[in-house]
């Protein structure tokens, strides 16, 4: 099973910036793409919101609306990490962050990665 740790988070002043990291080990050979989804306060898990997701192969990479054009994702197969740079972050950007492995490529569903990291907290101030 792929075993995933991110880092990162923190608290941080709207406008401001953090980059995320999620270490992957295990059979890193079978993960197709890498997702950031993200847990506002008060949400249930159920309610996790798709963020971004790079391929692992080809670095191909999908955003949603709300953060096209301030995050970006990518990845080091060396290192086997995938990074989110957070630009221009606001109040509504906070949540708890997770890195989740998925077999497929495209998918936005939280259901359909299998494997989740443990979070990690991003908090912006206004």
């Known amino acids: 099973q792929v075993l995933l740790v991110e880092s990162g988070g923190g608290l941080v002043q709207a406008g401001g910036s953090l980059r995320l990291s999620c270490a992957a080990s295990?059979?890193?050979?079978?993960?197709?793409?890498v997702g950031w989804f993200r847990q506002a306060p008060g949400k249930e898990r159920e309610e996790r919101e798709f963020v971004a997701a790079v391929t692992w192969i080809a670095g191909n990479t999908d955003y949603a609306d709300s953060v096209k054009g301030r995050f970006t994702i990518s990845r080091d197969n060396v290192k086997n990490t995938v990074y989110l740079q957070m630009n221009s972050l606001n109040p509504e950007d906070s949540a708890l962050y997770y890195c989740?492995?998925?077999?497929?490529?495209?998918?936005?569903?939280?259901?359909?990665?299998?494997?989740w990291g443990q979070g990690t907290q991003v908090t912006v101030s206004s």
């Open positions: 989740a492995a998925g077999l497929r490529v495209g998918a936005r569903e939280a259901f359909k990665y299998p494997n």
């Open positions: 295990g059979p890193t050979y079978s993960i197709a793409a």
